[in-house]
């Protein structure tokens, strides 16, 4: 935890000290600590307390706009069997986004310090404290600001009818890889498709972290050459 003879003192409030690594970062970052209590990133009550939310909070919030940005394209013309492929491919189009974001957004390389510290703040948090239970879904305040550029995007490339509909489709699917996020770091699944979902997912964080970048599939991970090799096949 030392660079040039600074030292994370885990005791502090982390998110202007992480900055101060420079180019040991990338290496202390990915030295996981697995304590279920998360640490305090600022000294400020209110800051802090933007920086926590409930797993619950996100289907809570974020579906009743799934069922209304549906509603409207229904109500814009749409059948309910249009709609629901325009949901789907909106899903779809969702777990494109999540496998790039998480490949070249939150695993980008950082050395300055506001570059560390903001890195820290979007992922680098979540790898180092793993099992923070209240830091592995999106705030809903980031949520909503982001939620601004995706929708102008999806009026861009779609018809006024079926932009609703799109959206309702993306946010739906990042509802589902945020929940589902949350289970593989906190739930004990006992079906064979989740259980291997996990490993995978745990994996990435406690081996190969340059690989194994989709959360709800491997799905882009095996199109874009990502999926790290087994044990037993790296073994061989």
């Known amino acids: 935890m030392v660079a040039q003879g600074f030292e994370v003192d885990l005791d502090k409030a982390l998110v202007f000290q992480v900055g101060h690594l420079g180019e040991a970062y990338e290496e202390w970052v990915h030295q996981p600590i697995v304590n279920k209590e998360g640490p305090r990133f600022f000294e400020s009550d209110f800051w802090e307390f933007l920086t926590r939310t409930v797993w619950w909070a996100i289907p809570v ?37 999540e496998y790039t974001l998480h490949r070249f957004l939150f695993h980008i390389k950082m050395k300055s310090y506001w570059g560390n510290t903001a890195h820290y703040l979007l992922h680098g948090c979540h790898h180092k404290h793993p099992v923070d239970g209240l830091r592995l879904v ?99």
């Open 61 to 97: 919030i974020w579906l009743p706009v799934v069922c209304y940005s549906i509603s409207v394209s229904i109500r814009m013309g749409h059948t309910v069997p249009e709609a629901a492929l325009i949901v789907v491919f909106g899903i779809f189009v969702w777990t494109l986004m």
């Open 138 to 236: 999106f705030p809903p305040a980031a949520t909503a600001i982001l939620c601004v550029p995706f929708w102008n995007l999806i009026k861009l490339i779609s018809t006024p009818s079926t932009a609703p509909a799109l959206f309702g489709g993306g946010l739906l699917g990042y509802v589902m890889y945020d929940v589902t996020h949350y289970y593989l770091h906190h739930g004990q699944p006992t079906s064979e498709v989740p259980k291997n979902l996990k490993k995978y997912h745990l994996n990435h964080h406690f081996r190969i972290q340059n690989k194994g970048f989709g959360i709800t599939s491997s799905f882009w991970d095996k199109v874009f050459g990502t999926l790290p090799q087994s044990k037993s096949a790296k073994s061989r």
